[in-house]
């Protein structure tokens, strides 16, 4: 079974500063996807990044990007010029790109609540 | 704009009530999923399905069953509520494979 880990429970930075969060994760898959999600107070999960196993090329939005290592099993979120509207949990997953019993199967980490200091 | 509703923002039950808790989509999409989330544990799958009236057992399933008569809507029952499963349930939505989720604000659930 795959398993993702998020080794931070909480993390701050100063407004306009970089910060980055770590995930890492377990699987003896090749072919997957992983996810960066974003829970602000709202509780509304919003995707923030999304990278295909398959493709080495790190995958950027605006602000967000990320750090895949794919034999090193790590996926680690940067987030560049920190807004105060950034302010949430964020949540590393993992999606199995098979079928069967893994059928669109999100795996999460623990969560990350990061902290925007103006 | 694409939503996923759940009936319930919070809701407060006694130990031993059975519970309904709804999830409406209006993206006719085909799979749909209920996490629970707890801190320091994530979201954890607790049941999903792929099409109507089909269901799978996700990771943590014990306590909880599921029914989805119509496309649009999938409902997680406790069939006997226990303090333990006090956390917030989170509904998602998806049209299929190759395409991303959409979830709801979730439901807060206490049992007392």
């Known amino acids: 079974a795959q398993t993702v880990t998020q080794s931070q429970p909480e993390m701050s930075v100063q407004e306009a500063e970089t910060v980055t969060l770590s995930c890492t994760y377990d699987t003896s898959e090749s072919d997957y996807y992983l996810f960066w999600y974003k829970q602000p107070p709202s509780r509304q999960m919003i995707l923030v990044i999304r990278q295909e196993a398959y493709k080495q090329q790190n995958a950027t939005e605006n602000r967000f990007s990320v750090n895949f290592q794919k034999a090193a099993k790590s996926f680690s979120l940067k987030i560049s010029d920190s807004q105060l509207g950034d302010a949430a949990m964020y949540f590393c997953?993992?999606?199995?790109?098979?079928?069967?019993?893994?059928?669109?199967?999100?795996?999460f980490g623990q969560g990350t609540i990061l902290t925007v200091h103006p | 704009d694409v939503k996923v509703t759940q009936s319930s923002r919070y809701l407060v039950k006694r130990t031993g009530e059975k519970v309904f808790l709804e999830c409406v989509q209006d993206?006719?999409?085909?799979?749909m999923f209920w996490y629970r989330q707890d801190p320091g544990l994530g979201l954890r799958l607790i049941y999903f399905?792929?099409?109507?009236?089909?269901?799978e057992k996700g990771d943590i399933p014990e306590g909880y069953s599921v029914s989805r008569e119509k496309k649009e809507r999938f409902s997680l029952i406790l069939e006997s509520a226990s303090t333990n499963q006090t956390s917030m349930y989170l509904c998602?939505?998806?049209?299929?494979?190759?395409?991303?989720?959409?979830f709801g604000s979730g439901t807060r659930l206490t049992v007392v």
């Open positions: 399905s792929y099409d109507v009236k089909m269901k």
């Open positions: 997953a993992y999606r199995s790109h098979a079928g069967g019993t893994s059928y669109g199967k999100l795996t």
């Open positions: 998602a939505s998806r049209q299929g494979p190759g395409y991303g989720y959409t």
């Open positions: 993206m006719d999409h085909e799979n």
